[in-house]
């Protein structure tokens, strides 16, 4: 069974902090890797995708994988009131399928 | 990125009625759309994959014979919640992959199914 971990939280982060968010995962021939945020009554919003070791940049958001360790985060920085939201982490293995965490309740208090 | 649509955005109906979704992908032709399902600060379950011009591929334990998916066009998929009852009262979402990376999934906005 490919599985895809997240603590489910809250993590509860102070206005202008950093907050991180992680995800392991099973299957170790997974290829891609994706963060998706989904605020409360809505649908999934992708954020960011990973494919390579290391870490990838886009304003606030940082994406970092592990694939030997088998893990991806999601560091948000300078966090604000609007991030609250729960992000779900979602892993390709290079089939049709993409597997979803369950995903980790970020609150950020103002 | 690649828009996808919803239709309606929610919907109430009687127990015993059918109700249809659509799913549009608006400005790329998408072979393969997902439906998912998802209750109240609960994550998100795949129903279903959605294959254009061939029958969809259920996932373990989802009546394909009470949610009828039909994806006729490279930009449409529909799924039917038939005789629906109030359990089947749910979040729908579907999602269709990207045309330029095809392991990437976009979302549509979600229909709101309340069956009374």
């Known amino acids: 069974q490919k599985e895809v971990e997240q603590n489910s939280g809250p993590l509860s982060v102070p206005e202008g902090a950093i907050a991180s968010l992680n995800c392991t995962y099973s299957d170790r021939g997974s290829q891609s890797f994706f963060w998706y945020r989904q605020y409360s009554g809505k649908s999934p919003e992708l954020i960011m995708f990973i494919y390579s070791n290391g870490d990838k940049e886009d304003g606030r958001f940082t994406a970092q994988l592990n694939k030997a360790s088998q893990y991806v985060s999601l560091l948000i920085r300078d966090s604000q009131p609007s991030d609250s939201a729960t992000y779900l982490c979602?892993?390709?293995?290079?089939?049709?399928?993409?597997?979803f965490g369950a995903g980790t309740r970020l609150f950020v208090k103002a | 990125g690649a828009v996808v649509s919803q239709h309606p955005s929610w919907v109430i109906c009687k127990s015993g009625t059918s109700v249809k979704i659509e799913c549009r992908s608006l400005d790329f032709q998408a072979t393969t759309m997902f439906w998912y399902r998802q209750f109240p600060k609960q994550s998100l379950m795949l129903m279903a994959t959605s294959n254009e011009g061939s029958k969809a591929t259920y996932e373990q334990g989802v009546e394909k014979d009470k949610f009828l998916i039909n994806h006729a066009s490279l930009t449409l998929s529909t799924l039917t919640v038939t005789s629906a009852h109030p359990e089947d009262s749910s979040f729908y979402i579907c999602?269709?992959?990207?045309?330029?990376?095809?392991?990437?999934?976009?979302f549509g906005p979600g229909t709101r199914l309340t069956v009374l």
């Open positions: 999602s269709a992959r990207s045309p330029t990376s095809t392991d990437t999934q976009y």
């Open positions: 979602a892993v390709n293995t290079g089939g049709f399928k993409t597997i």
